[in-house]
């Protein structure tokens, strides 16, 4: 067999592979979207992004509470400011994204 021939025809297969996958150019990637296709999934993303908001903000203003022992102050104030952080996490995730001009 020609191994210079092989070559060739592995290095085009290659490069067609990656161009399918969108290796070469990274624009030309498959764009995913931001929420899944059916409504369990995009409910599923919307209640784990307000119950991880809430509960990082607990968890801060508990330890904070803790260190400087300010009880309950700085748990309340963290408490909001995660759900906050949560109700604007879903409102990014649900708008329409803008597309910047080309």
Partial sequence: MDKKRDEGGFDQRLQEARDRQGLIDPDAAPKGKDLPDGA??????????????VVVGLVIG???????HTAP??????????????????????????TPPE
């Fill in 40 to 53: 369990i999934g995009a409910g599923t993303r919307v209640g784990v992004e307000m119950v991880s908001a």
């Fill in 73 to 98: 102050w700085l748990m309340l104030l963290f408490l909001v400011l995660g759900m906050a952080a949560g109700v604007m996490n879903v409102f990014r995730l649900v708008s329409p994204r803008k």
């Fill in 62 to 68: 508990l330890w904070l509470d803790r260190w400087l």
